[in-house]
């Protein structure tokens, strides 16, 4: 796609003017090529509360959305005369995450793309990889409510004469004295602890696991209880 940096550039400086910078009177405005080829701007918006300001590509990426997304294929951010600005580093990352390492960003000596601005970053990839590996278990919907609460309890089962792990989750154990009993959930079966373990963590910080001689284990989350003092290993 062809990149008119003249015309990315009047429009970042045109949403410059209508930046609202009390506190430091550093107007910023920014303008973006979408895949689509539209045009979305945004300027830096401050705030009393310092922490909070809103800089001109956080601007940006919501006008990206808020106009029927797509990706950025090309930005320019201009400061009070005009000329180009480089984002700050959080900016940097917005941008990745909208446009990827192909983006381009205008500098004062040509177009960088963000994987020269923002070597070695973080993105998708690095969570897929981890939760792609290690899956988190999904409570059902109709549970949510009771997540955190009672205990998990994990043993040991037999399954076409394999031994098996399962587990269930109990909704008295760990709350209050009163509460009401019974088993929320019954968890399917491993051939890993450590599956039936994560199961079981996925829905509450209690998780015990009593092993083929009945011996009781803690597997939870923090320091074992002191009617459970034994952490699985």
Known sequence: MEIDWVRLRAAATEVMRHAYVPYSKFPVGAAALVDDGRVVVGCNVENAAYGVVLCAECGVV???????????????????????????GRCRQLLWEQGGPECLVEAAEGPLRM????????DVADIEAV???????EVPGRLAAWRGRGTVFVHPDLSAGQQVWTAYWERSAGDDADAETGVLEEGPSWGDPAEAIAWGLARTPRVVVVDAGG?????????????IPVRWS
């Not at 919501?62 to 700050?88: F, K, N, Q, W, Y």
């Not at 939760?131 to 278990?137: I, Q």
């Not at 011996?215 to 009617?227: H, Y």
């Open 115 to 122: 994987a020269e601005l923002l070597p070695h970053a973080f």
């Open 62 to 88: 919501s006008s990206l959305h808020a106009t029927g997304g797509g990706r950025i294929v090309a930005l320019s951010c201009v400061d009070a005369t005009g000329e180009p600005l480089m984002p700050c």
């Open 215 to 227: 011996t009781i284990f803690w597997a939870g989350e923090g320091e074992p209880p002191m009617e």
């Open 131 to 137: 939760t792609g590996a290690h899956p988190v278990p």
